[in-house]
C-alpha cells in the first residue's frame, strides 16, 4: 500500500492491456475473417498470449467520459475496446454457434457503439487490483464473459468461442496480463489524502 491509499497496480481507465483468462493461456481475441450470424464479429480465444491481436482499452461506461488513470472500482461498468479494430466487446440476446450459450461479439467503430457494450467488474477488494482475478458480467443480459473449450473450424481453426454464461464457475475468470497500465492520477491521490486527515 503506498501512503497515498492506493494500491501500486490499480487498473485503470485508458489502460491498455491483454486479457487472459485465469488459470489458462486463453487470450481474449477480435477477430477479422468470422462473422456470427448476428452479423456481427466475432470474439475469440487464442493460446498464443504474445498476439497483438489481443489486446482491449478499459474505457468509461457508454456516454460516459473518465479520466485517465482514475483506479477501476469493484462492481463499477466499463468498456473494454478492442485495440486493432476500434470495436467494442459486446452480448445480446443471440445464442452462441458453438457452446448454445450467449454470444460475444466486437460491436461499433472507433470506440462507439451502445449501451449493450457495458460489462462490470466483479473483484473482491475496493478496486480490480492489475494482478487479481475478475469476472466480467454484462450490464444489461447479466452473463459472465466465458471461454470453455469449444473450438472453431476453418478459416478460425483452433480458436475458442468466447461467450457469457449465466452462471458462474471457473470459466469466467479474467487477468489483465502484459500492457501499458496508467497510475491513479493525482486528484484521485489527493482525495484520498483528504479524506484521511
Known amino acids: 500500500m503506498t501512503e497515498t491509499g492506493f494500491e501500486p497496480n490499480l487498473s485503470s481507465f485508458k489502460a491498455c492491456f491483454q486479457l487472459l483468462q485465469a488459470g489458462t493461456t486463453q487470450c481474449g481475441r477480435d477477430r477479422h475473417v468470422e462473422n456470427y450470424s448476428s452479423g456481427q464479429q466475432s470474439v475469440t480465444g ?6 497483438s491481436n489481443s489486446y482491449w482499452r478499459i474505457r468509461g461506461k457508454t456516454a460516459t467520459v473518465c479520466e485517465r488513470g482514475t483506479p477501476i472500482k469493484c462492481g463499477q461498468p466499463i468498456r473494454l475496446t478492442h485495440v486493432n479494430t476500434g470495436r467494442n466487446l459486446h452480448s445480446h440476446h ?45 450490464s444489461y443480459t447479466e452473463v459472465l464473459l466465458s471461454v470453455t473449450g469449444e473450438q472453431y473450424g476453418r478459416p478460425i481453426s483452433g480458436q475458442k468461442e468466447v461467450h457469457g454464461m449465466a452462471q458462474p464457475s471457473q470459466n469466467n475468470y479474467w487477468k489483465a496480463m502484459e500492457g501499458i497500465f496508467m497510475k491513479p492520477s493525482e486528484l484521485l491521490k489527493a482525495e484520498a489524502h483528504h479524506a484521511e486527515l
Do not use: I, M
Not at 487464442?46 to 498476439?51: A, C, I, K, N, P
Not at 450459450?101 to 477488494?125: K, M, R
Open 46 to 51: 487464442v493460446t498464443s498470449v504474445d498476439d
Open 94 to 138: 443471440f445464442t452462441s454457434p458453438l457452446s448454445g450459450n450467449q454470444e460475444v461479439s466486437a460491436f461499433g467503430e472507433e470506440g462507439e457503439g451502445d449501451y449493450l457494450d457495458d460489462w462490470t467488474v466483479l473483484c473482491n477488494g475496493p478496486y480490480w487490483v492489475r494482478d487479481g482475478e475478475v469476472r466480467f458480467k454484462h
